[in-house]
C-alpha cells in the first residue's frame, strides 16, 4: 500500500497541474465570450457593442498564450481550445459583422464574400495548427496576416464608421475621417483583401522576439510615450491606423523584397524554429 503522505503528494502535484491548465483556458473562455456576444450583436444589429467585443476578445487572446508560458500551462488541448475560439471570435463573428453592417445590401454577392472571410480564418487556423504539430515556422515572423489582426482591422473600421453615421463625439481626425465613407463605398474588396492576405504566404513580422516590445533607449521611450498618448486622446484613430498599416506592411514588404531580388539584394533569412502565436 501507498503511504498517505506519497498520497499527499500525487494530490498536490495534480492540483498544481489543473491549476496551470485552467489559469490559461480562463483567458481564452473569456475570448470565446467576447465573440459569442459579437456575434449576438450584430445580429441585433448592435455593431458599436459588435466591434467592441471583437477588440476586447484580441486582448484575451493575447493574453492567454502569455499566461500559459508563465504558468507552464501549455497543453495540446490549450491549442485546441484557443482555435476554436479565435475562429469563432475572429472568424466568424466578424464575417456575419460585416454582413449585417454593409455586404447584405450587395444582394447576392454579400453572403459568398462574408462566408469567403469566415473560410480564410478557418484556413488559416487550420495551417497555423498543422504547422505547429510539425514544428515548422518562424519566432520572427507569422506566415499570411494574422486573424486577430484582420478581425481587428474591420472591427475598428465599423467603430470609425458609427462614429459618422450616429455623429457621436469621439476624438477624431478629420482628414482621416473624410476617407472612410470612401472605404466604405468599396467594403466588398476590402473583406476580399484582407481574407486573401490571411491565406497568403506573405511573412507578418510577429514582434515575438524576447525584449522586442520593450523600450531600451531614450528614442524608443519615447515614441512609446507618444504612442500611449494619442492613444488616449485617439483611441479609435490609433486602433484604425495600427490595423491598416499592419495589413498594409506584408505586401509593400513583399513588393520590396521582389525588387531587391531583382537588382541582386539578397533579403534576410528567416528563422523556422517553433511557430509564432496567432497574433
Known amino acids: 500500500r501507498r503511504r498517505p503522505d506519497a498520497h499527499r503528494g500525487m494530490d498536490k502535484q495534480l492540483l498544481k497541474r489543473s491549476g496551470q491548465l485552467l489559469a490559461p483556458s ?24 459588435s466591434a467592441t467585443a471583437i477588440i476586447a476578445g484580441m486582448l484575451f487572446d493575447a493574453l492567454d498564450g502569455r499566461v500559459a508560458r508563465l504558468v507552464h500551462g501549455e497543453s495540446e488541448f490549450g491549442v485546441e481550445f484557443d482555435s476554436m475560439s479565435d475562429f469563432l471570435t475572429f472568424g466568424v463573428a466578424p464575417a456575419h459583422m460585416m454582413y449585417a453592417f454593409i455586404l447584405k445590401d450587395y444582394g447576392a454577392w454579400g453572403y459568398p464574400i462574408a462566408f469567403l472571410y ?32 484582420g478581425a481587428g482591422f474591420l472591427a475598428s473600421f465599423v467603430l470609425l464608421y458609427q462614429v459618422i453615421e450616429e455623429g457621436r ?5 478629420k482628414f482621416l475621417m473624410d476617407q472612410i465613407p ?6 466588398p474588396v476590402m473583406v476580399v483583401i484582407i481574407a486573401l492576405l490571411m491565406v497568403s504566404t506573405i511573412p507578418y513580422p510577429a514582434f515575438k ?17 507618444c504612442v500611449g498618448l494619442l492613444l488616449f486622446y485617439y483611441p479609435l484613430m490609433v486602433l484604425f491606423f495600427v490595423f491598416f498599416f499592419y495589413a498594409l506592411l506584408g505586401p509593400v514588404s513583399w513588393i520590396a523584397r521582389a525588387i531587391g531580388r531583382l537588382v541582386g539584394w539578397t533579403p534576410p533569412h528567416h528563422n523556422h524554429d517553433n511557430y509564432g502565436e496567432h497574433l
Not at 28 to 49: D, K, Q, W
Not at 120 to 140: D, E, I, P, V, Y
Not at 169 to 173: I, K, M, R
Not at 211 to 219: E, I, Q, S, W
Open 26 to 49: 480562463l483567458f481564452t473562455l473569456g475570448n470565446m465570450a467576447c465573440g459569442f456576444y459579437a456575434l449576438i450583436s450584430s445580429v441585433r444589429g448592435e455593431f458599436v457593442s
Open 118 to 149: 469566415a473560410l480564410c480564418g478557418g484556413l488559416r487556423l487550420a495551417r497555423f495548427n498543422a504547422m505547429a504539430h510539425l514544428g515548422q515556422g518562424s519566432k520572427t515572423h507569422f506566415t499570411g496576416l494574422a486573424i486577430p489582426a
Open 169 to 173: 463625439p469621439a476624438g477624431t481626425w
Open 182 to 187: 470612401a472605404l466604405y463605398g468599396v467594403a
Open 209 to 225: 522576439q524576447p525584449g522586442v516590445m520593450r523600450p531600451k533607449t531614450l528614442t524608443r521611450i519615447l515614441i512609446a510615450l
